[in-house]
């Protein structure tokens, strides 16, 4: 158990730090293109050089970098869009749980007609509009994803309110945004990071799959599904291409979760 | 001048003699059929599918000859005027009669300006009806290739009633021609089907019962397609798939230049206006700041030519003393602080995505090598279809990427669709491009003509209106069931009722 959390915290460890320290860490920049070395294997397959650990793409560009930069996408869009829809969940929850009534009714309609858009769907709509960068991911998947924390903030809330230490509160003057802020928020907190953390590698995912599809952002900028739909073309002719953005996705997805389960169980 | 072609490509089918039509032919196309109206699209697959059911006058033959089609014998009475006699006993599939009104129905109606291709019937000025099945066509001033543009699917002949009767919509979505296949069902985004037309006028024409064309984007999805058999025909397959194609013992490939002409081009007519791109000085920098050898080399390996210009190396009036522009990124960086970006400058480009092969990497590696002349792309990929429609209405960025070729390896019609004002296809303007395309146009002496277009290709050196590429080798890939096939330079697949078979 603890060598999960272990294991899960060193990958998202490792992963924040590519992100945060990428420029230091990448041996060439990502863009960098050199069609003379186009599709080079990766260093131990012959034919291949440490200078491109990972070997490149086909445009030459070194993969192992590319991969390093993509992971601050990844990351942007999966804690930019956690915050996002955990903030707007929460705030909708909360009040909901708490006023009840016509606010709870509203609320929770918006939420149920906002999860009944299948996901993709509702993605491809947007991106479509707004076009596709870094913001507007990151806006969407915050938003599509929202109504599961007001759900589960607004069942938290009606849990806690009739519990004994609320009422206490209650009796003893306490104002609606102390009860809210000091009593209620803290007490759901708990679990509302759990989910935040499967959502967020959730997201990851996501971000990946949309990229695939060429909307998510722009097709130069480096990421782990704009390497996966170049590299999908190349699969039977150069194999590392889409190999190793996928496996750097199944490392993020996987640490994250081991994290999640690990904070789950405490 | 007066001289009679005589009917002699009735000897074309007659080794097949009245063979009944047998067989389906499955055929795995990229982009998505988006119109089966040849006067609405551009789009060679469209074209080719609508040239299966819908026939022009003549036929041009995969040597090159001139063949009689719906009309059995011409004439070329003066350089202006040419008179052909119909063939008689035609009827549309609907049973409609085919007559000569039925061809100035379809000139006029292909020159109405919405119309997307109105190229080839654009040289008439009259008609005139001798009789029904005899008709006189006056050109507005000579035109040394008109007899070939009347072999040109946008020049087919459409069935006055139902047109009438049934409207735009249905000519695009239901089309009824004389051609030999009849229209069978299309499920928009996955198949169009044909049908052998048991009326057909030619005996053992087509050979082949039944033509399905499905719309496969992804050329991986193409060959796996073919692989396992789910088609019997991939178009456009990467060079990079070839060689382990060649190793399949069910599969055999067949390649041809293509006369498709690739460039990214400039708008000044639009979204460009204002922006660097109007001067000339930044574009030829771009020109001379992209290794288009080394794209070559690495994307299509090899397999494709470099172009000295917007006029292909296999076509009329090509100029092979004429080197193509050199990389010399040190050139075009100077260029660009002439002009006074000496730290280059953001600009949009389009590049469609899954239309050609390599589409998407050719525009990655463009504008990575613009990238270090300081040129920050956007770039924007798009669904082809999406993308032609933002093209023919000039709404794409000031920079895309495209290809345009020809039937018959003339430069004429792809030089007037891409750089003359009266092209919806037209993004760049300059005037004395037009008049020197006009000029070569309208030349019918070869030797001049030649040297008319060896002037085009220095004058859009000199101030080019095109990031100028390349031209590929077409790599198509068929099961071994099929005979008779053979990949063309001009994409098209006009030969295909007369030549393909399948064996079970």
Known sequence: ?266 | MRRWVLAVGLSLVGVTAAAAPRGTLTIGIPPDVHTLDPTMTPEVNAENVAAMIMEPLLYLDPQGRLQPLLAESWQVLDPTTYLFRLRRGVTFHDGEPFTGRAVEFSWRRSQEPHRANREPFAPVARMEHLDDHTIRIVTGGPDPIFLKKMANVSAAIFPPRYAAERGDEAAAQRPVGTGPFVFGEWVRGDHVTVRANPRYYRPGVPRLATLVWRTIPESDARVAALQTGQIDLALRIPAHRVPGLERDPRVKVTSALSTRTFYVAFNNVTTGRGTPVMDRRVRLAMNLGVDVQAIIKALFQGQAERVNSFIGNVQFGHDPTLPPLPYDPARAKALLAEAGYPSGFPIGMACPSGAYVADREACQAIAGYLDRLGIRVDLQLMEPNRYWDLEANRQLPPLFFDGMGDRFQDPDVQLKGALTPESRWTAFEDKALTELITAAGSTLDAERRRRLYARVARQMQADPPFLFLWQVRNFEALRQRVRGYAARPNESLGHLPFDVAVSD
């Open chain 1, 1 to 266: 158990m603890s060598l999960r959390l272990a294991a899960g915290a060193g990958l998202v460890t490792a992963l924040i730090l590519l992100a945060a320290l990428a420029p230091l860490v990448a041996p060439h920049p990502p863009n960098l293109q050199d069609l003379a070395k186009s599709q080079q294997p990766p260093a131990w397959v012959r034919g291949g050089a440490w200078a491109n650990p990972l070997g490149t793409d086909h445009l030459g560009r070194d993969v192992l970098s590319r991969i390093i930069y993509g992971s601050r996408v990844s990351l942007i869009v999966g804690a930019g869009g956690v915050a996002l829809a955990l903030t707007l969940g929460v705030v909708v929850g909360l009040f909901a749980g708490y006023a009840r009534g016509w606010v709870d009714d509203v609320a929770m309609r918006l939420a149920d007609v906002q999860l009944s858009l299948p996901y993709l769907l509702f993605v491809v709509a947007i991106v479509g509009v707004l076009g596709p960068s870094l913001r507007n991911v990151v806006l969407v998947f915050g938003v599509a994803d929202f109504p599961l924390f007001a759900r589960m903030a607004r069942g938290e809330t009606l849990r806690l309110r009739s519990a004994p230490f609320v009422e206490a509160a209650v009796a003893s003057g306490a104002s609606e945004a102390r009860i809210l802020l000091r009593h209620l928020l803290p007490n759901m907190a708990a679990v509302l990071v759990v989910v935040a953390a499967f959502e967020m590698a959730a997201m990851i995912l996501y971000e990946a799959g949309v990229g695939f599809l060429g909307l998510s952002v722009p097709p130069m900028v480096p990421s782990w599904g704009n390497m996966l739909a170049d590299g999908r073309s190349y699969l039977t002719t150069s194999w590392w291409i889409a190999t190793f953005p996928g496996l750097a996705i199944l490392a993020a997805t996987l640490g994250i979760n081991l994290v999640g389960d690990a904070l789950r169980q405490l």
